[in-house]
């Protein structure tokens, strides 16, 4: 008898522990996914500001289930489920594969929302791929390097503001980074700007910084980021983005703009295109970040054998964290193990003979870093912040990367960076750079008004 198919659709932290957790079960696995990596996400903005490189938080998934024998991994993007034939269609180079399925765990996680503004990505990305994090690097580097050959003050000022909309865990982060590369990173590696005169802007909508983790975390996250001169402006809503810079409308109704070159989006989340397919196939529900509404046992209603997980699952209480997207796989591959050890016949349809338990999240805290040595961190009712909340982050983060080298590796540059303020990945290419699209105007390479040092000493 053929054994019972089981596809995986994502190589995040859902599908990986997904399909992990069957590796022993009496199932073939088929993980498809659109990257060859898993994805170290909650990393990403330590590879924009040049503190990681991406080899060290995105291994090959092949790599990492090379011994798992009953897993097979393909590369593709997948465009269709059909919850009627039981199969998924991805595309790969042009053409489309169609593959069976008996259960299916679809944990493809979510995209970077601009809430109906779509035309913002273009001048502000967001950073939820390697794509976006080499693209975040390139566009701060090409920045500081556009300054460095600008003659005109304005346009000077413009490029050295650097914007990041979101103040979550993200955007705090990400902004305390930025702070400590202009201010201390780079300092003294320019001759015509002071980089360490750059601005660093935080903005959010919402009327606290790190508003989920309460307003005692909240508050200190805000006065950490101030103490490194990045200016905050909360109750700020962004309403236009173009190439110089944003439009802001703020909580009393008053408008204002920022001159920016450089902005990064980290605002919010859109769940993956899929939900809304298999929610209009099955006659389900999404919410407002198109996450499918599933049932307590994380299937789709109708479909006993479509599991949903992470965040394009929306289940109260859980929240879009790699802990959720973990568990609930886990989860999904117990029941699928449960469901076989009830005898069910595996090529007759869905099937569900055993009765389920509902899913439970265990909500094991939640972290952010704010700068070197300095992070909040909240579990349960106990809230710590300074650097016992940094150690413990750093020590989470590296339990649960992949793979001994990624371990080594990132306590090398952690290291290298954290003791010396030294970076080792700002390294950008002329490809790269050129995706950073700096305000065209005459002056950014008229130096008439600098000295020339090799004239005046002839």
Not at 334 to 359: K, M, N, S, T, Y
Request: with cysteine.
């Amino acid at each position: 008898m053929t054994a019972h198919r089981v596809v995986v659709i994502g190589s995040g932290f859902g599908g990986l522990a997904a399909v992990k957790a069957l590796k022993r079960a009496p199932v073939d696995v088929t993980m498809i996914a659109r990257t060859q990596h898993h994805l170290f996400q909650p990393l990403l903005y330590q590879v924009a500001t040049g503190i990681l490189s991406e080899g060290e938080i995105a291994p090959s998934t092949r790599r990492i289930l090379r011994d798992q024998r009953n897993a097979e991994v393909l590369l593709g993007d997948v465009v269709d489920i059909d919850l009627a034939s039981r199969t998924v269609v991805s595309e790969l180079l042009g053409r489309q594969y169609r593959t069976p399925y008996d259960s299916l765990i679809v944990a493809a996680g979510a995209g970077q929302s601009y809430f109906g503004n779509d035309h913002f990505a273009e001048f502000a990305p967001g950073i939820k791929t390697l794509d976006d994090a080499l693209e975040i690097r390139a566009r701060i580097v090409g920045a500081f390097e556009a300054a460095e050959r600008c003659g005109d003050v304005d346009l000077r000022q413009r490029l050295l503001t650097f914007t990041v909309i979101g103040a979550g865990p993200t955007g705090v982060e990400l902004a305390g980074q930025l702070a400590e590369l202009a201010g201390r990173t780079l300092k003294g590696e320019f001759r015509s700007i002071d980089p360490t005169a750059a601005r660093v802007i935080l903005l959010d909508a919402a009327p606290a910084v790190l508003a989920p983790m309460g307003a005692n975390l909240g508050a200190k996250a805000q006065a950490r980021l101030r103490q490194l001169g990045v200016e905050i402006q909360l109750g700020a809503t962004v309403v236009d983005v173009d190439v110089d810079g944003l439009m802001v409308r703020y909580s009393d109704g008053a408008m204002g703009r920022i001159e920016s070159a450089c902005k990064v989006w980290s605002a919010g989340v859109s769940a993956s295109p899929l939900a809304r397919l298999i929610a209009q196939q099955a006659g389900a529900e999404v919410d407002r970040a198109g996450r499918l509404v599933v049932l307590p046992d994380l299937t789709v209603p109708g479909h006993p054998n479509v599991f949903v997980v992470g965040d394009m699952a929306a289940v109260p209480g859980v929240p879009g964290m790699a802990q959720g997207a973990m568990q609930g796989a886990k989860y999904a591959a117990r029941a699928i193990r449960a469901d076989l050890l009830g005898h069910c016949p595996p090529l007759q349809g869905p099937f569900h003979c055993v009765e389920r338990e509902p899913f439970h999240y265990l909500d094991k805290g939640s972290m952010a870093t704010v700068s070197r040595f300095s992070a909040v961190a909240k579990v349960g009712r106990l809230e710590v912040a300074g650097i016992f909340a940094w150690l413990a982050w750093l020590l989470l983060h590296l339990v649960y990367l992949v793979g001994f080298k990624s371990k080594v590796t990132t306590v090398i540059s952690w290291a290298a960076t954290f003791l010396t303020m030294n970076r080792g990945q700002l390294t950008v290419t002329e490809q790269q750079v050129s995706v950073f699209d700096a305000p065209d105007h005459p002056e950014t390479h008229d130096r008439s008004d600098i000295p020339d040092p090799a004239v005046d000493a002839a």
